[in-house]
């Protein structure tokens, strides 16, 4: 599994950046908002969270026609070569990944619920698909189960043909809230996990490595006593 940053938060980036394990970062229009994002500085901070991470940065393209969000994926393709323009899954966007993909451009379809819409995404030339968790958690619905449907059913199918290149689809288990969400979404075989910070935080810590940690440090200050 690899490990995307869903944040628009350049700090964050840079910190997450620096733990050496983080292989892209996902924005949304709410994650911009959040850290106070102005309309005319959107592609230029799209062009800074490019230069910091060495991976895909996933950029939502907010048109809701077909002509129009291919146009803004152009745009946005041509801000660094490592963007991916995210769209909804809807039959604009499903068009819209169709010609992006076919001139070579990678796409991450978002706000996908259900398998039938991942596999019209992945049949539209997506390069990855964004299922969210969380979401259906906040309605008591099953988010965990809900992914571990949509990766099986990708799973039963070669898709090679459809996306960019020939590369395989790949599944972002999104709106994570929890590193339960993350472990268990790689128990199901999920490629990545676009986590918030607060979640790549909790990741790291278990309260036996704490222990752990104390008693080996306590144990050396006796070492170099002695
Ligand atoms: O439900 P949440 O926590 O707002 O998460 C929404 C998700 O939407 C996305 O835009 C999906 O691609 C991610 O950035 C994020 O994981």
Same mark, same amino acid.
């Not at 892209?24 to 959107?42: C, R």
């Given at each position: 599994?690899?490990?995307?940053?869903?944040?628009?938060?350049?700090?964050?980036?840079?910190?997450?950046?620096?733990?050496?394990?983080?292989?892209?970062?996902?924005?949304?229009?709410?994650?911009?908002?959040?850290?106070?994002?102005?309309?005319? $500085?959107?592609?230029?901070?799209?062009?800074?969270?490019?230069?910091?991470?060495?991976?895909?940065?996933? /950029?939502? =393209?907010?048109?809701?026609?077909?002509?129009?969000?291919?146009?803004?994926? %152009?745009?946005? &393709?041509?801000?660094?070569?490592?963007?991916?323009?995210?769209?909804?899954?809807?039959?604009?966007?499903? &068009?819209?990944?169709?010609?992006?993909?076919?001139?070579?451009?990678?796409?991450?379809?978002? +706000?996908?619920?259900?398998?039938?819409?991942?596999? +019209?995404? /992945? %049949?539209?030339?997506?390069?990855?698909?964004?299922?969210?968790?969380? %979401?259906?958690? $906040?309605?008591?619905? $099953?988010?965990? *189960?809900?992914?571990?449907?949509?990766? /099986?059913?990708?799973?039963?199918?070669?898709?090679?043909?459809?996306?960019?290149?020939?590369?395989?689809?790949?599944?972002?288990?999104?709106?994570?809230?929890? =590193?339960?969400?993350?472990?268990?979404?790689?128990?199901?075989?999920?490629?990545? =996990?676009?986590?918030?910070? *607060?979640?790549?935080?909790?990741?790291?810590?278990?309260?036996?490595?704490?222990?752990?940690?104390?008693?080996?440090?306590?144990?050396?200050?006796?070492?170099?006593?002695?």
């Amino acid at each position: 599994m690899k490990f995307f940053l869903d944040t628009a938060d350049l700090a964050e980036i840079e910190e997450a950046a620096s733990w050496g394990a983080l292989a892209g970062v996902t924005t949304n229009p709410s994650l911009y908002a959040k850290i106070g994002g102005k309309l005319d $500085d959107f592609h230029a901070h799209i062009k800074r969270i490019c230069d910091l991470v060495d991976g895909p940065v996933s /950029a939502e =393209a907010v048109s809701t026609t077909r002509d129009q969000i291919v146009r803004e994926g %152009r745009e946005l &393709a041509a801000l660094a070569p490592n963007v991916v323009v995210k769209i909804p899954t809807m039959v604009e966007g499903l &068009a819209a990944t169709r010609t992006l993909a076919d001139e070579g451009i990678p796409v991450n379809m978002t +706000l996908c619920f259900s398998v039938p819409q991942a596999l +019209l995404a /992945a %049949r539209a030339g997506a390069r990855y698909i964004s299922p969210f968790i969380g %979401r259906f958690d $906040d309605i008591a619905d $099953d988010g965990l *189960g809900q992914l571990a449907n949509v990766v /099986a059913a990708l799973g039963n199918y070669d898709f090679s043909q459809s996306t960019v290149g020939g590369q395989q689809v790949e599944v972002i288990a999104a709106s994570v809230r929890s =590193a339960h969400h993350v472990t268990q979404s790689a128990l199901m075989g999920a490629d990545i =996990a676009t986590v918030p910070f *607060g979640v790549l935080k909790k990741m790291v810590q278990h309260p036996l490595t704490d222990r752990g940690l104390e008693s080996f440090m306590s144990d050396w200050e006796k070492v170099k006593n002695a």
